[in-house]
């Protein structure tokens, strides 16, 4: 039996994919390395968006850069990110993609946090 104590990093792993900006970032490192510049670009984020989720990903070691001059050139550092990332897409085609039904995590209990309450 695994002790909860050694599941900590790979929920802590989850977590960092866990965003769906995180996740685009990665989806698009995926097709290769990118400037933050690119990626503000082609995702539609705002530049401290781009940086503070590269950040992130960095910190959790998925991430890594190469400087080529006065520009920062990210790309994944583990492949194994990629087979993840595929084995996700065909747990989630098995599940005909179910968990978007989750009432704790799926797009109504989403849609819940996000919306303004009576206040707003």
Do not use: N, W
């Not at 390395?33 to 950040?55: F, I, P």
């Not at 920062?72 to 968990?99: G, K, N, Q, W």
């Amino acid at each position: 039996m695994t002790s909860l104590d050694g599941l900590v990093p790979a929920a802590a792993l989850f977590h960092s994919l866990a965003d769906p900006v995180r996740l685009s970032i990665v989806q698009r490192l995926a097709c290769g390395e990118a400037r933050v510049v690119d990626l503000t670009r082609e995702l539609g984020l705002a530049q401290s968006t781009v940086s503070k989720h590269l950040g992130c990903l960095r910190g959790c070691k998925l991430v890594d850069f190469r400087a080529e001059g006065r520009q920062s050139f990210y790309f994944i550092a583990a492949p194994e990110l990629l087979d993840l990332l595929r084995s996700a897409e065909r747990l989630l085609a098995a599940t005909d993609r179910a968990v978007a039904l989750c009432p704790t995590y799926g797009t109504a209990a989403r849609q819940a946090t996000t919306s303004p309450g009576p206040e707003g």
